[in-house]
């Protein structure tokens, strides 16, 4: 069985939520017998190795290491001149000013060898990936390194991908998940399948699926394991998690009953804590990430005068359920 492959003691993944996880979340979700995770896609390979080895310090068990596939952007010099002008008052109101261009500021995996030599070197145990999957060699030398595979699908056709790419594993995640949607095309339709919905659309795939959506108390977990899922992925519910590098103004945000799916934050669907930004029409956003680097200057500028109205702070829609401890009495909390 996977989990036994893994290590797996508790059937609950911590999801690898990037610019939240730490080496000390991660590390402390493994030794208690589920699977700590690392979101590593804002940062480049030297600064990935580092949390990495970070983690490694403190478990001797495996951990998820999490890398986005996305593709690249379509630059449109219009259209980014054209939202950084609609943001210009909100700059503005803060005594600043919006840049004068917006930059790429995530790199692709299939673009970083020096990633992937990363993950072979350092062995974190799991590598799993969103928005896509690698090139063919890529997945190779990471199967070859022994690492466990999985992949995120929101719909049955990209968990076939996910098979027939010789994946381990496909990471189900429903509509009401927080964070990014992990769609292969941001612009494309989406059956916004809920959790439950998506997991009987998989039932008959022939690989282990994880359920990731609306999994935030241990009845949550038992329902998605009665549904055929091998584990349940949770990411909103550690949010709050003491080890985990949430800001204080997001933690305060979660408090809130109402979630938005937008694009208005990084040019790609993710659900978040409704706010002065992702209430925003995202219609003419581009495209992911460029959104994000004019965001996270507005962002800073606005905290600085005390508004946090800005935060890309995701969350899913149980949000408000999140109830603060370690990271150890959540996954107890979780455990089935």
Sequence with gaps: MLLDR???????IQAPM?????????AAVSNAGGLGSLGVAAMNAERARE??????????????????CHRAPERDPAKEAAWLDS???????????????????????????????????????????????????QLAALRDSGAVLLGSATNLADALKVKAAGLDGVVAQGWQAGGHRGVTDENGPD?????????????????PVIAAGAIMTR????????????AAQCGTAFLVADEAGTSAPHRAALSARKTVMTRAISGRPARGVENLISTRDDSAAPDYPLPYSALKALHAAASAKGEAGYGPFWAGTGCAQAQPGTAAEILARLSP
């Design 191 to 207: 059956e916004r399948l809920p959790t439950m919905a998506l997991l009987a659309a998989l039932k008959d795939i022939g690989l």
């Design 6 to 12: 893994i290590g797996m003691r508790v059937a609950v």
């Design 51 to 68: 949390e990495v080895r970070r983690t490694r310090a403190l478990t001797p068990a495996s951990f998820n290491v999490n890398v986005f």
């Design 219 to 230: 009845d949550d977990v038992r329902a998605a394991l009665d549904a055929g899922a091998i």
């Design 87 to 137: 943001l210009a008052p909100d700059f503005e109101r803060f005594g600043a000013t919006a840049p004068d261009a917006l930059s790429d500021g995530y790199r692709r995996f299939q673009d970083d060898p020096d990633m992937l030599q990363m993950l072979l070197d350092e062995k974190p145990g799991v590598v799993s990936f969103h928005f896509g999957l690698p090139e063919a060699d």
């Design 18 to 26: 990037a610019g939240v996880t730490t080496p000390e979340l991660a």
